[in-house]
C-alpha cells in the first residue's frame, strides 16, 4: 500500500488522529478537549475551527507538512438515506452535517474538518506550483447506513419503525478481517457482529450487506455501561408525564446515565468487575444480566436468516474483558462459532477505506440530501 492517510474521528470530548504512511501507523494521537473548552461553543458545529487548528498543532509538532498528505478519511457523521460504504464529502453532505439536520453529535465535525483540511492540501500543493492538487476527504460506512430488511424495519405502530444506528465502521472492518483471515476472496458469509463499548451494537451482516440491527443510539437494544437499553414503555411514559423530569432529563437517563451509571455511578466495567470479584452481589449479577441482555439480542438476530449463520464475531472495548466474553460465548456458542476482534480500531478502518480509495480498488459512493435512496 502506497501514500499517506491523514484519519480523523471526532467525539464529544475527543479529537482522534491517525497519520499513516505506506500502510503503516506513524503517528496516532487522541486529543483532549475539556469541559471549560466546550462550553465555549453554543452548538457542536462551531467547535470546527478549534479542533482543526488541534489537528493541525499535531501536524506541525510531528513535522508532517499539508502536502504531504494524500487523503483524509473521516469518521462518518449524522445523515441519511445512505448505505454502507464510501462516500466523498460534498457540499451537500457538508450542508446536513453544518444544520445537523439527521441529528446532533460531535462525529458530524469530522467529514467537515477533513474536507476543509483536505482544501488546505490542495492550496499549498498549489502555492508550491505543483499539480497534483486533487486531496480529497472521504467518510466510510456511516453510523446511519440502512440496509435493513424490509421486515426488519417495522415496529409495533407506524410512529415507530425500527432504525439502524450502529458502529459500521469498526463492524464492517471486522467482517472483513476475519473474511482475510478465513481465507475468504469475497464476502460471502453470514455474521453476526457484537460491538461491546460504551454504546452495544448487534449486527447482521449477509454477503456484505448489514440486513438487521438496533439502534444503539435511540434506545433500542442489550442496556450498556451508559445506556438503558430498550426499557418497557408503561413505566417511561408514566415517568415522562410524572412530572419529575424534563424531556432533556428522561433522555440523558436513556442515554448517559443508563445502565451501569444508573445502578453503580461509574461507566467502569473494569471497577464493576473489581467490586464483583470482592464479593458484591449486585455487581455480580448485574454483569451476568449484562452478558445475558447481549446475548439475547444476538440470538434474537440469527432467527432473521432461520439460524443460519456462519460466525458470530464480538468486538469493542468490552470484548477485551475475559470474564465478559467467556460468559456470553457460553450463553451463544450453539448458534455458531464465536470468534474475538477486541478494540474499536476505528482509525485503522478508515486508512484502510483510504487506501483502498488510493489503489483504485474502492467504489466510491456519491451523497444526494434528496435521494430517498442512494446510488
Not at 466510510?140 to 415496529?155: H, K, N, Q, S, Y
Not at 467502569?268 to 444480566?289: P, V
Not at 460466525?311 to 470484548?319: C, P, R, W
Amino acid at each position: 500500500m502506497k501514500g499517506t492517510v491523514l484519519a480523523i474521528n471526532t467525539g464529544s470530548t475527543t479529537t482522534k488522529i491517525g497519520y499513516f504512511v505506506d500502510g503503516a501507523l506513524a503517528f496516532e494521537k487522541k486529543l483532549e478537549h475539556s469541559a471549560e473548552e466546550i462550553s465555549r461553543f453554543p452548538n457542536v458545529m462551531d467547535q470546527d475551527h478549534m479542533r482543526r487548528d488541534a489537528i493541525m498543532g499535531f501536524l506541525t509538532e510531528k513535522g508532517i507538512h499539508l502536502t504531504d498528505i494524500d487523503i483524509v478519511m473521516a469518521r462518518g457523521g449524522l445523515f441519511s438515506p445512505v448505505i454502507t460504504g464510501i462516500y466523498r464529502v460534498n457540499r451537500d453532505m457538508r450542508d446536513v452535517l453544518l444544520t445537523c439536520r439527521d441529528g446532533i453529535h460531535a462525529c458530524n465535525l469530522s467529514a467537515v474538518i477533513a474536507d476543509d483540511i483536505a482544501e488546505m492540501v490542495n492550496e499549498a500543493r498549489a502555492a508550491q506550483g505543483r499539480t497534483d492538487t486533487g486531496c480529497h476527504a472521504y467518510i466510510a460506512d456511516p453510523p446511519m447506513a440502512d440496509e435493513m430488511l424490509p421486515e426488519a424495519r417495522i415496529g409495533g405502530i407506524p410512529e415507530f419503525p425500527r432504525r439502524a444506528f450502529f458502529h459500521a465502521l469498526n463492524s464492517r472492518a471486522t467482517v472483513r478481517k476475519y473474511l482475510r483471515e478465513h481465507g475468504h476472496e469475497t464476502n460471502d458469509i453470514t455474521a453476526i457482529v457484537a460491538h461491546l463499548g460504551g454504546g452495544i451494537t448487534v449486527t447482521l451482516h449477509q454477503n456484505g450487506k448489514v440486513i438487521d440491527t438496533n439502534n444503539g443510539l435511540g434506545g433500542d437494544g442489550p442496556f450498556t455501561p451508559e445506556r438503558a437499553g430498550s426499557c418497557p414503555a408503561f413505566p417511561l411514559i408514566e415517568m415522562c408525564f410524572s412530572g419529575r423530569y424534563t424531556e432533556k432529563e428522561v433522555k440523558k437517563k436513556i442515554l448517559g446515565n443508563g445502565g451501569a451509571v444508573a445502578f453503580f455511578g461509574t461507566n467502569d466495567l473494569k471497577e464493576i468487575e473489581r467490586r464483583a470479584e470482592t464479593g458484591d452481589k449486585d455487581c455480580e449479577i448485574w454483569l451476568r444480566a449484562y452478558s445475558l441482555n447481549i446475548a439475547k439480542y444476538i440470538a434474537a438476530l440469527a432467527a432473521t436468516v432461520d439460524g443460519k449463520i456462519d460466525v458470530i464475531l464480538l468486538t469493542g472495548g468490552t470484548a477485551n474483558s475475559k470474564r465478559i466474553a467467556d460468559d456470553i460465548i457460553r450463553r451463544i456458542a450453539f448458534i455458531a462459532p464465536v470468534e474475538i476482534y477486541a478494540g474499536e480500531n476505528e482509525l485503522e478502518s478508515l486508512a484502510e477505506n483510504g487506501y483502498a480509495i488510493l489503489s483504485g480498488s474502492a467504489k466510491i459512493h456519491r451523497y444526494d440530501k434528496s435521494a430517498i435512496i442512494p446510488d
